[in-house]
C-alpha cells in the first residue's frame, strides 16, 4: 500500500481506492493551489493533473477517473460553500 492506494499487481486489473480522508486531502490540495472558485472544466483538469502524480493513478481507467472526479467535485462544492 503506497499513499494511502491499493494496487493489486499481481492480477490483471489493478485497484484504486480513494479513502474519505484522501478525497479530503485531494479537494484541500486543489483549494489550496487553485481557490474556491473552479469551474466543473477547471476543477477537472486540476483533479487530472493531480491524479498525474499519485503512483499508480496515472493508469485510472477513465470510468473510475470518471466517478472520482464526479465524487471529488461535488466535496469541493461543499467545502466551498461551507467555508
Given at each position: ?51 498525474e502524480d499519485i503512483a499508480g493513478f496515472e493508469t485510472l481507467p477513465i470510468s473510475k477517473r ?18
Open positions: 500500500m503506497q499513499d494511502g492506494l491499493r494496487v493489486n499487481t499481481h492480477g490483471r486489473q489493478q485497484l484504486h481506492r480513494i479513502s474519505d480522508d484522501e478525497m479530503y486531502r485531494l479537494v484541500q490540495i486543489i483549494r489550496e493551489e487553485s481557490g474556491d472558485k473552479l469551474t466543473r472544466p477547471e476543477f477537472t483538469d486540476a483533479m487530472l493533473h493531480l491524479f470518471t466517478k472520482y472526479v464526479k465524487l471529488l467535485w461535488l466535496r469541493y462544492q461543499g467545502a466551498c460553500l461551507g467555508k
